[in-house]
């Protein structure tokens, strides 16, 4: 029989949970607005009662249970990667999906947490007292650098590079010998040049638009255009829901997925964005919280893998949409359209929850 645990409600975190239900359902309502958005955000509905309800359940167990599940979501993870190549969608030039009947699957999303779980299971059954060396490190750049393979093959640069850099957050936080962190430096700068000739021209050419979208308004540059000129025609306080034009006309791509803060933007103008972000914020700054009062290694890499996720994500999507970055395709978690996404950033977020839990005070 199902029982609800008094200190289950007595300490859960509203302060957490809250600003991520605001954040869903006004991204829903975002996505009705856009092209075919009664379909979209019917779907987004379902996505998120689903994930609500996944965070819930992860709330319920103690984290020593999810660390031992780690490497098994790990490689469950890893097979539907691999999976992707043998029966992946194609779409958009890109193999990043596997079709079960009317459902799409999005492997790589699940595996930005599977490699936050990995890298917080085993820094925590290896403690060093000192910073880690080459060694000790063989094995996490092992697990980081085979999924982000598969990952750019896709290909998905934008994914692989959030991966990356929430790998590079847990190993940081875990403690690495200067001397090794420059020489990965180093590595990657000369590693630049051979990265940049293996892009498939369309990512070159998401980069040109970056540095000069003018030079090609109807090409390369044209989504950072478009983007911008939505985010500019907002002002202060938005167009509206129904007079947001470059939305309505169909002027901006992927309007709701990639650039859906750009549609916000052009609807709620300055003022609405000062709102979204600060929801961000307490949602972010609230995970630091858990993260500092966390005991145990494990709780807190998970819970700084997780925060590296979820501002790597704000800051990648609404950086490209205001064309201070390139565009990499990474999506607004809570906010942007997608299935894969939106389980992902609730199961991160049951997580966070059963981690504030178990260091109440």
Same mark, same amino acid.
């Given at each position: 029989?199902?029982?609800?645990?008094?200190?289950?409600?007595?300490?859960?975190d *509203?302060?957490?949970?809250?600003?991520?239900?605001?954040?869903?359902?006004?991204?829903?309502?975002? &996505? +009705?607005?856009?092209?075919?958005?009664n379909?979209?955000? %019917?779907?987004?509905?379902?996505?998120?009662?689903?994930g609500?309800?996944?965070?819930?359940?992860?709330?319920?167990?103690?984290?020593?249970?999810?660390?031992?599940?780690?490497?098994?979501?790990?490689?469950?993870?890893?097979?539907?990667?691999?999976l992707?190549?043998?029966?992946?969608?194609?779409?958009?030039?890109?193999?990043?999906?596997?079709?079960f009947?009317?459902i799409?699957?999005?492997?790589s999303? *699940?595996?930005?947490?599977?490699?936050?779980?990995?890298?917080?299971?085993?820094?925590?059954?290896?403690?060093?007292?000192?910073?880690?060396g #080459?060694?000790?490190?063989?094995?996490p750049?092992?697990?980081?650098? &085979?999924?982000?393979i598969?990952?750019?093959?896709?290909?998905?640069?934008?994914?692989?590079?959030?991966?990356?850099?929430?790998?590079?957050?847990?190993?940081?936080?875990a403690g690495i010998?200067?001397?090794?962190?420059?020489?990965?430096?180093l590595?990657?700068?000369?590693?630049?040049? *051979?990265a940049?000739?293996?892009?498939?021209p369309?990512?070159?050419?998401?980069?040109?638009?970056?540095?000069?979208? +003018?030079?090609?308004?109807?090409t390369?540059?044209?989504?950072?255009?478009?983007?911008?000129?939505a985010?500019?025609?907002?002002?202060?306080?938005?167009?509206?829901?129904?007079?947001?034009?470059?939305t309505?006309?169909?002027?901006?791509?992927?309007?709701?997925t990639? #650039?859906?803060?750009?549609?916000?933007?052009e609807?709620?103008?300055?003022?609405?964005?000062?709102?979204l972000? #600060?929801? +961000?914020a307490?949602?972010?700054?609230?995970?630091?919280?858990?993260?500092?009062?966390?005991?145990s290694d494990?709780?807190?890499?998970?819970?700084?893998?997780?925060?590296? +996720? *979820?501002?790597?994500?704000?800051? #990648?999507?609404?950086?490209?949409?205001?064309?201070?970055?390139?565009?990499?395709?990474?999506?607004?978690?809570?906010?942007s359209?997608?299935?894969?996404?939106?389980?992902?950033?609730?199961?991160?977020?049951?997580? %966070?929850?059963?981690?504030?839990?178990?260091?109440?005070?």
């Amino acid at each position: 029989m199902f029982q609800i645990d008094p200190k289950r409600i007595k300490y859960f975190d *509203f302060l957490l949970f809250i600003p991520v239900l605001i954040i869903s359902v006004i991204g829903i309502v975002t &996505i +009705y607005m856009t092209n075919r958005g009664n379909v979209f955000a %019917l779907r987004q509905l379902v996505w998120v009662f689903i994930g609500i309800f996944v965070s819930l359940f992860v709330y319920k167990l103690d984290t020593r249970h999810i660390k031992r599940g780690a490497w098994f979501f790990y490689f469950f993870s890893l097979a539907l990667l691999v999976l992707v190549f043998i029966n992946g969608v194609l779409s958009h030039g890109a193999r990043r999906w596997i079709s079960f009947y009317f459902i799409h699957i999005q492997p790589s999303e *699940f595996m930005k947490l599977a490699v936050i779980l990995v890298l917080s299971a085993y820094f925590d059954e290896n403690p060093k007292s000192e910073p880690y060396g #080459f060694f000790d490190l063989l094995l996490p750049f092992i697990v980081v650098f &085979i999924p982000i393979i598969f990952v750019v093959k896709q290909p998905d640069l934008g994914t692989a590079i959030v991966i990356a850099v929430i790998a590079m957050s847990i190993i940081l936080a875990a403690g690495i010998e200067r001397s090794l962190l420059v020489k990965l430096v180093l590595l990657f700068l000369v590693f630049l040049p *051979f990265a940049w000739s293996n892009l498939k021209p369309y990512q070159k050419d998401r980069i040109m638009g970056f540095l000069d979208p +003018y030079r090609a308004p109807t090409t390369y540059g044209y989504n950072t255009i478009q983007s911008e000129i939505a985010i500019g025609s907002g002002g202060l306080f938005g167009k509206g829901l129904h007079n947001a034009t470059q939305t309505q006309l169909s002027f901006l791509p992927e309007s709701h997925t990639d #650039f859906i803060f750009s549609v916000f933007a052009e609807q709620w103008g300055f003022l609405g964005c000062a709102i979204l972000i #600060f929801l +961000y914020a307490v949602v972010l700054f609230r995970a630091v919280a858990i993260a500092y009062h966390s005991e145990s290694d494990f709780d807190r890499m998970v819970t700084i893998g997780i925060i590296a +996720y *979820f501002w790597i994500s704000v800051v #990648f999507n609404m950086g490209m949409a205001m064309g201070l970055l390139p565009i990499v395709g990474v999506p607004l978690v809570f906010f942007s359209y997608g299935g894969s996404s939106i389980i992902t950033s609730y199961f991160a977020l049951g997580i %966070l929850l059963s981690v504030r839990f178990k260091n109440r005070r």
